[in-house]
């Protein structure tokens, strides 16, 4: 029978406390969703009613009340049958109508999100943006929409290539960043190792087989551990479930590309949760750890007495073991786990006949922490088009926080990466607009200081003035957030257009002095950017619209399309009947002789993702794996996966000159920030006269970004007149 296949009766066996009427509810649901989908099948091969329950099961393992599972069952019936929410509302309900229709709003989500700067249609963006507003409403629609996501990047081995790409980053970019914020940490993990599993799949084997190859050396080590704490608790009286805690592979994955340490060196992944019963006992856990092993300093976080901004509580403690081997402790109450694998999810655990609890109130607490960034995201963004409200929103769901403290104690919560410009925003428009300065714990930094977590934060004012367009220049680095980005935009924009154009003219022609194009015409630079003349365009870059980094970039890829064939003959490496082009993983250096084309609808540019797509009688055309036109294939069958060649392979020469006074440690600081971009330097001649020094030298690059972004790092280091590139040799 079809209901062994989907193994129904396992959401009863998740939910053993249901009453009779739930019960009878959700099997009417799972009735009702069989019928509707009878017929339908999934690209496994097997019956689409699977999915409606594997969805409902990841929600009754969580342990979720029986409307959330009845509305999991039937969250596809209206998108996939001729069963209305009218139907549904008459046969369930209107709570359930309601969950059921706020997930079939959301069933087609962006098909371009792996960078910020992709802009995907405002179609898609409006799906983005009803999905975080849905977070505003009813919080058990998103719960339903991640369990369909996980579900699905659990089944994506059956997708298409192109298809795992679209669908992980999605995943990584939205879903797991939202269930981070909500708290629910089980689901976050599982999304991330998923998703990094096909974005790179040669990175998550190397550290799978890492953490494989040392499994029964770690098991032994944390038995071993775990006992000494046992029988420690067990004399001082204290009753405690003590167990290993897995590390995740994304998470160690992101820990080694942070700090720039191989796997040997990460040491957390050796790591012990300890679950008490009451907060008392959890600090009592903690003396005890701590009189058992060697503290390691300022390895200490007591998320119990300050709780992150999503509401997670627990003590985290980093011990040295009497082997002097690195462990983390985390020690939390029974209800703290639940909180912190569960997140919003565990305030709506099954409790048949619950009464107003602790438990509800912090749930109120949570929930209107969300509802409250919702409002202040809808305050700044709601007048803007759906893509600015999307980044803003992506901006304060981002996993990656800090927490910076202003001069009277208030935490401003902050992406990781944010300057004190973004923190001034943070605090007043105004404050942003007049910002001129900072201190971080009392001692003055620059504008473009990554603020860290804990940091005071004093910004210096002035009485009057504006923002600077420099403040925009991504390769600047002076703003992190939306928030402050969408601000100066709108100050400049208030502006007359005369000035504007005037201020527009002066970072245009720095800009054409450094890419050493100061003798084009700006009537054709305005066209090459797609601007009908050149003061729309100088008004566009004055309004903000448009940056100098974004200038230079644009710049430097039409240049490369103009002086660079985009079709190209590899040279062959065995013979087309050897290796048929369907093979996967192939490198469009190594395609067998075949025509290459780079396609001219989304302009590849080396370092981007990319998909290949076989056509009719002209070999292999190579697109962005975010092109709509691949997305959007009717013939999915013809698509190949490609990567570029290694990038020491595609680097090409670049000549610079740099012009500065004098100074001790300038040819070290120059070189740092080139070393910094890992650039090779081919050569370099300087001469001084007069305490100028001039530098001639030619660098290697493999990624035109690189050329604008250097240039510009470098015009900021001190005593540098300017830094350009040189268009002859």
């Known amino acids: 029978m079809q209901t062994d296949v989907v193994d129904f009766r396992s959401i009863f066996d998740a939910l053993p406390d249901l009453s009779r009427n739930d019960q009878a509810l959700i099997e009417r649901a799972y009735a009702r969703a069989q019928s509707a989908h009878e017929g339908q099948f999934r690209k496994s091969g097997e019956p689409y009613i699977v999915h409606c329950v594997a969805v409902a099961k990841i929600l009754a393992d969580m342990r979720l009340d029986a409307v959330t599972i009845a509305a999991a069952l039937l969250h596809d019936v209206v998108e996939d049958s001729g069963i209305t929410l009218e139907d549904i509302e008459t046969e369930f309900g209107p709570k359930i109508a309601e969950l059921v229709d706020g997930v079939s709003k959301l069933t087609q989500l962006p098909t371009g999100v792996e960078k910020r700067s992709s802009k995907a249609s405002n179609r898609e963006m409006e799906y983005l943006r009803k999905m975080f507003l849905a977070m505003g409403s009813d919080f058990r629609v998103i719960l339903i929409k991640l369990a369909d996501r996980l579900h699905n990047m659990r089944t994506l081995g059956y997708m298409p290539p192109h298809k795992q790409t679209q669908k992980s980053r999605e995943t990584l970019e939205i879903f797991a960043p939202v269930a981070n914020r909500l708290g629910i940490w089980q689901m976050k993990w599982e999304l991330e190792d998923l998703a990094f599993r096909y974005l790179d799949p040669e990175r998550y084997r190397e550290i799978a087989a ?51 340490l191989p796997f040997s060196q990460i040491y957390d992944i050796r790591a012990i949760r300890i ?10 856990a903690l003396g005890i750890t701590h009189n058992i092993f060697h503290t390691i300093p300022n390895e200490f976080d007591d998320y119990i007495s300050s709780p992150k901004e999503n509401s997670y509580r627990s003590l985290h403690t980093a011990v040295l073991d009497s082997e002097g081997k690195t462990l983390e402790i985390q020690i939390r109450t029974r209800e703290m786990d639940e909180e ?63 927490y910076a403290f202003t001069p ?60 600077s367009l420099d403040w925009l220049n991504a390769d600047l680095g002076f703003t992190r957030t939306k928030r402050a980005r969408s601000k100066i935009k709108q100050w400049f924009k208030r502006g007359d257009r005369d000035k504007s154009i005037a201020d527009g003219k002066e970072v245009l022609d720095r800009e054409l002095r450094k890419l050493g194009m100061s003798g ?24 903000g619209e448009i940056t100098g980094a974004q200038i230079s970039f644009r710049l ?27 093979a996967e993983g192939m490198r469009i250096d190594e395609t067998s002789g075949l025509l290459v084309t780079l396609a001219r609808c989304c302009n590849p540019t080396y370092g981007d993702q990319i998909i290949g797509f076989i056509t009719r009688g002209k070999g292999i055309t190579v697109h962005r794996a ?12 013809r698509i190949i996966n490609v990567t570029w060649p290694p990038a020491s392979e595609q680097s090409y020469p670049v000549p610079v000159m740099i012009v500065a006074y004098d100074r001790e440690g300038l040819m070290r600081d120059i070189g740092a920030v080139i070393a910094d971009e890992n650039i090779s330097i081919s050569n370099v001649n300087i001469s001084t006269r007069q305490n100028i020094a001039t530098f001639e030298l030619t660098m290697e690059i493999s990624d035109v970004k690189q050329i604008a972004r250097i240039l510009a790092k470098i015009e900021r280091l001190p005593n540098i007149v300017e830094a350009f590139r040189r268009t002859a040799v």
């Not at 770690?218 to 029988?231: G, L, N, S, T």
């Not at 084009?520 to 870059?541: P, V």
């Not at 975010?626 to 069958?637: A, F, Q, Y």
Request: hydrophobic content about 35%; overall charge negative.
């Open 210 to 260: 890492y953490i494989a190859e040392r499994r029964s050396d770690r098991e032994a080590y944390m038995v071993r551990m775990i006992k000494q704490i046992e029988e420690q608790f067990a004399r001082e009286g204290l009753v405690a479930d003590i167990k290993g805690r897995p590390k995740h592979i994304y998470s160690i994955y992101r820990k080694m590309e942070r700090k720039n």
């Open 275 to 284: 679950i008490v019963k009451t907060i008392p006992e959890c600090y009592q």
């Open 340 to 402: 912190a694998e569960y997140g919003i999810a565990a305030h709506w655990r099954y409790k048949e006949g619950r009464s107003k609890s602790s438990s509800d109130s912090a749930l109120e607490r949570r929930l209107e922490r969300v509802r409250r960034m919702m409002e202040d995201v809808q305050q700044e963004f709601g007048d803007l088009d759906a893509d600015q409200f999307v980044e803003g929103m992506i901006d304060e769901i981002n996993p990656e926080r800090i």
């Open 408 to 467: 009277k104690g208030d935490i401003i919560d902050l992406p990781e990466g944010a300057t004190p410009i973004d923190f001034a925003y943070h605090i007043h428009t105004e404050v942003g607009h007049r910002c001129r300065g900072a201190k971080a714990n009392g001692r003055l930094v620059g504008l473009d200081y990554a603020i860290k977590n804990g940091d005071r934060i004093e910004i210096l004012t002035a009485k009057r003035g504006g923002p």
């Open 520 to 543: 084009e015409q700006r009537d054709l630079i305005a066209i090459k950017l797609h601007y009908d003349n050149a003061d729309d365009l100088l008004a566009a870059i004055g309004y």
């Open 556 to 582: 430097l890829e039409a240049e490369r399309r103009d002086t660079q064939e985009t079709e190209l003959v590899l040279e062959p490496t065995v013979s087309r009947a050897s290796r048929p082009v369907e």
């Open 626 to 637: 975010d092109c709509p036109n691949i997305l959007n294939t009717t013939e999915p069958e």
